[in-house]
């Protein structure tokens, strides 16, 4: 069965500092992968997914992720934060090779100190 | 291009109520998926409805239930209220399954119940 884990349920960070949010995956064959984030009492707003090729992708509001398939895992980074990035993110997967529902983390708040 | 609409925002029922919520998908989108969200259990997967068929569907009891139009709208109905079905409700949409540019969700801005 796929499964997703954001091991941190809440991230401090400082404003202009590097930020990562983490996310590890569980799939019988090859992954989608999707970070989405949300702003209090909106819904989910898409960021960036990993089809395939590049393992480095680019999206919206200067995060990019990182898919590692030895260690499975798409970790969200942004190399300097902002007040404004404060929000819920959550990871999503799901398995290509399966007509499967899309498995989503728990989430983890991000806090960006000023 | 007009994002996913739900109605109504916000809904105050009662236990043993009956509840009826409404997604618009963005034009041209096909595949309709509901997910409840709550502080303890983050985001649940209801059901995902592609075509007016349901495709797959989430652990939930049989008060939960849905369906899709034929112009890609979808209703989702929950029957005897409880306390514990106080969430937000998401609907999101996409284009279809099957390719890169088609397995990304929009979401909507949710619908918020309250069972009192």
């Known amino acids: 069965a796929q499964s997703v884990a954001q091991p941190e349920d809440q991230v401090n960070v400082a404003e202009g500092n590097p930020l990562t949010v983490k996310c590890t995956y569980s799939?019988?064959?090859?992954?989608?992968l999707f970070w989405y984030v949300q702003y209090p009492n909106r819904g989910l707003q898409f960021l960036l997914k990993y089809i395939t090729g590049d393992n480095l992708v680019k999206g919206s509001y200067g995060f990019e992720a990182e898919f590692n398939k030895s260690q499975t895992s798409f970790h969200l980074k942004k190399p300097s934060a902002l007040v404004s990035d404060s929000a819920l993110y959550f990871c999503?997967?799901?398995?290509?090779?399966?007509?499967?529902?899309?498995?989503f983390g728990k989430g983890t708040r991000l806090h960006i100190l000023p | 291009k007009a994002g996913v609409t739900q109605t109504p925002r916000y809904l105050i029922k009662t236990r043993g109520q009956q509840v009826t919520l409404s997604c618009s998908p963005i034009?041209?989108?096909?595949?309709v998926s509901w997910y409840q969200q709550t502080p303890g259990q983050g985001l649940q997967f209801l059901f995902e409805y592609f075509s007016e068929t349901q495709r797959n569907k989430g652990n939930f009891p049989g008060r939960f239930s849905g369906r899709q139009f034929s112009n890609s709208r979808s209703e989702m109905n929950v029957s005897t209220l409880e306390l514990g079905d106080s969430a937000l409700y998401l609907c999101?949409?996409?284009?279809?399954?099957?390719?890169?540019?088609?397995?990304?969700?929009?979401f909507g801005p949710g619908t918020r119940l309250l069972v009192l």
């Open positions: 799939v019988s064959g090859n992954p989608y």
């Open positions: 034009s041209g989108h096909r595949s």
């Open positions: 999503a997967v799901r398995d290509m090779n399966r007509d499967d529902k899309i498995i």
């Open positions: 999101a949409s996409s284009l279809e399954r099957g390719g890169p540019d088609q397995e990304t969700q929009y």
